[in-house]
């Protein structure tokens, strides 16, 4: 069974640093674009970025490029998503999302994590 | 604004068909496959829809995707009551070089 299992709910000042993890298992982690998407309280779904853990090849949204960063551990089948700075209006659920097909970039995502809730708050 | 607008809201009677509009642009929808996606508050999203009209093994056949120019569109028929959720379309944006959602359209069955 494919799973992909995140880290859990963080609370954090503005300025601080913080890394999520998103740990796969049930397939091949380097055959998969791996997706990172952000839905703020109350509102819709945002695509941040994408990794291919083989080569570890990141594509950023613009919205969020310079803003996060997006890496992948293959040895341990785990993809990440750090911030250096954090900001009160980074508080959301964020989702990792495995790319349904194999070798395509294309927005078609499942399984998803089952989210982490990141608070920024003085 | 999001790049792919779909309405905010639709309803629709038990046992009718809804269909839930996605409208982009020759950089997205006209050029790539479009997914869709259901999610329930407070819980993760589900693949319902992928490559415009393909559904994953065990979603129900009462889901069907299609697209036509720069607009795309999710059809729910048999309208159940635990079909009441939002739905959210996607897609690549060439121009962008990144994926796209719609703002999401909240589906109550009256």
Redesign the interface.
Known sequence: EVQLVQSGAEVKKPGESLKISCKTSGYSFTSYWI?W?RQMPGR????M??IYPSDSDT????SFQGQVTISADKSISTAYLQWSSLKASDTAVY?C?RH??TGT???????????TLVTVSS | QSVLTQPPSASETPGQTVTISCSGSSSNIRSNYVSWYQQFPGTTPKLLIYRTDQRPSGVPDRFSGSKSGTSASLAISGLRSEDEADYYCAAWDDSLSGGVFGGGTKLTVL
């Open positions: 997706a998407v819709g779904l945002e695509w970025g994408i594509i950023y949204s613009p989702f999302a349904f097909l970039k294309d927005p078609q995502f499942g399984p998803w994590g089952q989210g």
